[in-house]
């Protein structure tokens, strides 16, 4: 591990800029979603009423789990659909100064299911398959929708957790309006202004053709970026305008915008959890949840920092090698193979990091270049199950279960009927908490495995032997977890081939699982805990506000992440590190 002063300090201030945001962030959450007054009530509380009156939404009306689950997998439903039309007929539809065609059935239904999912997954190109109509009234709606239902399921379960004895976590309608017009659309108004500002276009214009100093034609393409790039980034969707995503200078231009687009992943994740102690009664509870997170993310950080700039020992050496009369490489000063110079080394790592610990995907650099150590934080804060503060709302509810599994082995410990914020565990949360937390690792690793012994599975492979692995697990870790991230290892993109069908069709189900098979048990498992009364605290309480349950919490997450997925990485990133620190190359 090799540290640098940029390097720890960027990720020091990233933090503390992060710090800031939780508090006053967390309240406006608040606000939002019990109904008091904000500061855009007088511009947006007509525009609310005038919604509800259309689509028939009594607002004061309350719903039980399973019709906020119902209503929820409904709208997401229709809006899978919509989005898979709209692409099927992007051609003859307006806005398409670069004469799109219409987009291929099975990428389509993909792409439709990705974007539904907040995964954002892309087995295209933006600028060379999508109209700006299709980017706008297609992708970028779903960036917002799949972003609020993340934070009102969150919201829902929150409820479940601190009231006591009801029936009803709330109106999903509501809960998904209320959050879209007061919390994502102003922000990303100011956001979009931002990023012009910083260089980000935004405009309907055709794709400009230029000649290079070299006396080659070039197309530079345009289109309304920086309105996409905004959600993009603030709900955790990652889904990029360009093919090269947040590494593309009209999406990225700036060390600046790197650092804004880094903190507004996030900002509402962290967030929420302020939201979440504050409506316990006991701002404790939330920082408890916190501090496990920040945690989880500063190790994380810190070594796909060290790993990267120690480099690879095999290219540290300028000279000839006498022995076999070859020139051997140079890394000065760490790693910087697909990475760009704007960023370096730190942005590039803490990036990678903080879109892996959320379920964002969006990259600035290529994974596949990172060194096996710095190439498996990302694949482990996936695996983790992306709850170090996490996507919008799913890294808290995601959390939440993981508390939950950690008060129940204390009460395990010391014979006692494991409680949380007063309320006692039994065997029925038990077994929902369980279901969740197996139903993602399970889908992940059985689907890798089907990718590494069928030949369309294998004939995308780019590398061999253990990089070859990490590739399919990574892909199918980052689809079934919603983050849409890739390791850029795998030929998906051929249209027709037989890998390009079978990653479509498996990931497009896996997507699916990962966000819809997740969230039902969690539903049920806050419907459940909603009903129960509050307990009160005696001598034999576990505190769940303090140190010592932050601490056993990240040890349940460290040790459910190890028991399910070391063996996958004793065959992927770690032998491969083992062969670069003994010089064998494949």
Not at 281 to 290: E, L, N, R, V, Y
Not at 481 to 503: D, K, R
């Amino acid at each position: 591990m090799t540290f640098t002063f940029n390097g720890v300090a960027q990720i020091l201030v990233f933090f503390a800029l992060l710090l800031l945001l939780t508090k006053p962030l967390g309240l406006y959450l608040v606000a939002v979603f019990e109904k008091k007054n904000t500061w855009f009530e007088p511009v947006f509380r007509p525009v609310e009423r005038a919604i509800y009156w259309a689509c028939g939404v009594d607002e004061r009306r309350e719903q039980g789990w399973k019709a906020y689950t119902i209503g929820m997998l409904l709208f997401e439903g229709a809006g899978l659909l919509l989005l898979y039309l709209i692409e099927r007929i992007q051609s003859a539809l307006p806005l398409n100064p670069a004469g799109q065609t219409n987009v291929d059935p099975l990428l389509s239904w993909n792409t439709a299911a990705s974007f539904t999912t907040n995964t954002n997954w892309q087995n295209y190109s933006g600028e060379t398959t999508m109209s700006y109509l299709t980017q706008m009234v297609g992708l970028a709606s779903h960036n917002f929708t799949s972003a609020a239902v993340g934070i009102v399921l969150a919201v829902a379960v929150v409820r479940g957790l601190t009231r006591r004895s009801v029936q009803h976590l709330g109106n999903f309608w509501v809960d998904l309006t209320r959050c879209t017009l007061y919390l994502l659309i102003p922000i990303c108004l100011v956001y979009a202004l931002f990023l012009v500002w910083q260089g980000v276009p935004d405009n309907f214009s055709g794709y400009i053709q230029v000649t290079s100093l070299e006396g080659f034609k070039q197309l530079i393409p345009q289109g309304p970026v920086a309105s996409q790039e905004a959600i993009k980034m603030l709900g955790t969707n990652g889904g990029g305008f360009f093919n090269a995503n947040s590494a593309y200078p009209y999406e990225n231009p700036t060390p600046f915008s790197n650092l804004i687009e880094m903190l507004s992943i996030f900002a509402i994740p962290a967030g929420l959890v302020y939201f979440f102690g504050k409506l316990t009664g006991d701002t404790k509870q939330g920082w408890a949840i916190f501090s496990a997170m920040a945690i989880l993310f500063l190790v994380g950080a810190f070594i796909a920092l060290g790993a990267e700039q120690a480099g690879n020992p095999q290219l540290t050496a300028l000279g000839v090698n006498q022995s076999a009369n070859e020139w051997a490489l140079a890394q000065p000063g760490g790693n910087m193979e697909g990475k760009e110079m704007r960023f370096g080394i730190g942005s590039s790592t803490l990036f990678a990091t903080v879109t892996t610990d959320a379920s964002c995907g969006a990259i600035n650099s290529w994974l596949d270049s990172y060194t096996p150590i710095g190439g498996m934080i990302p694949l482990v804060n996936m695996e983790l199950g992306e709850i170090v503060y996490g996507g919008v709302g799913s890294g808290l509810y995601g959390m939440l279960v993981f508390a939950i599994l950690a008060v129940f082995i204390a009460g395990l410990m010391v014979g006692r009927t494991p409680e949380y914020l007063g309320k006692k565990i039994e065997q029925y949360e038990m077994k929902m908490a369980s279901l969740a937390i197996l139903i993602l690792p399970a889908f992940a690793l059985s689907f890798t495995a089907l990718g590494l012994v069928t030949q369309p599975g294998l004939a995308a492979i780019a590398n061999g032997g253990p990089h070859g692995l990490t590739e399919v697990l990574y892909a199918y870790s980052s689809m079934v977890e919603n983050n849409g991230s890739a390791f850029a290892g795998l030929g998906t993109t051929t249209i027709g081939n037989p890998s390009f069908v079978f990653y479509n069709w498996t990931g497009a189900f896996v997507m699916l699982i990962g966000r819809f098979a997740f969230v039902i048990p969690i539903m049920a498992l806050a419907g459940s805990l909603g009903k129960k009364n509050v307990v009160p605290a005696g001598a034999g309480t576990f505190p769940t506000n303090g140190a010592l349950f932050t601490g056993l919490l990240i040890g349940v997450i460290i040790i459910v992440g190890a028991l399910t997925f070391f063996p996958a990485y004793a065959l992927g990133p770690i032998v491969e590190h083992l062969q670069m620190i003994n010089g064998i190359s494949h």
